[in-house]
């Protein structure tokens, strides 16, 4: 248990749904993190926010939507995705960035099927 | 970008020692060196950070030498739930927001 819970755990969607992930820190971060991680590949940072700010977008396409209400709290929200969407999507927290010796805590993943 | 080379996997025995380097050439001065393991389906788990010299905590030990252009995580006697892939990270903060780099990790599998 890291601190950094993830609803749901497993999600299958059709092409033309829209579905929404959510994150949740109980550790009194600022910074909150979505990646991707997709078969066979590297974990890929998506998105970064600190105190609710959005300061990183990694060229995520647009049908991936975040949303940071609170320090606590991050959503991905998803929309007309595509098979090749389908991957593990962590969310980690750390106290706030820039920080480069502030460590990440990562949430156990949803696990996003698109058929 | 620094980006940081690991070897694809490694096998070990229960009970020994496992030691596995990371080259990170074009690291800069400003940048920390931190060690993830994750094991399937699950999200990475820290074990270490250092910058420089040697850092130790309860499960490792991290050995990091003066140019820093390189690091070795050393697990002390391996067992089979050390199964798992171990990211060697550098970060890079040249944007304003820190971000890991994650490779490919090492695999390192653990043998009775």
């Known amino acids: 248990e890291t601190g950094v819970t993830q609803t749901p755990r497993h999600l299958v969607m059709g092409m033309t749904n829209k579905k929404s992930l959510k994150c949740e820190q109980h550790l009194g971060h600022n910074a909150m993190y979505w990646y991707k991680q997709s078969a066979k590949k590297p974990l890929e940072l998506m998105f970064v926010y600190n105190f609710k700010e959005q300061t990183e977008n990694n060229s995520v396409p647009s049908r991936f939507s975040p949303e940071c209400p609170n320090s606590s709290h991050l959503f991905l929200h998803l929309h007309t995705l595509q098979p090749e969407d389908s991957a593990l999507y962590l969310c980690?927290?750390?106290?706030?960035?820039?920080?480069?010796?502030?460590?990440?805590?990562f949430g156990p993943g949803t696990r996003l099927t698109v058929t | 970008l620094a980006k940081t080379t690991q070897p694809i996997s490694m096998d070990s025995y229960e009970g020994q020692e496992v030691n596995i380097t990371c080259s990170h050439n074009n690291i800069a001065t400003n940048d920390y060196i931190t060690w993830y393991q994750q094991f399937p389906s699950q999200g990475p788990r820290f074990i270490i950070q250092g910058y420089k010299t040697k850092v130790t905590n309860e499960v490792a030990s991290l050995f990091i030498p003066a140019d820093r252009k390189s690091s070795t995580l050393s697990l002390p006697r391996v067992s089979l739930s050390d199964t798992a892939v171990y990211y060697c990270?550098?970060?890079?903060?040249?944007?304003?927001?820190?971000?890991?780099?994650f490779g490919t990790g090492t695999r390192l599998k653990v043998l009775a």
């Open positions: 990270l550098v970060g890079d903060g040249t944007s304003g927001t820190y971000k890991y780099i």
């Open positions: 980690a927290s750390s106290p706030q960035n820039p920080g480069g010796d502030y460590e990440q805590y």
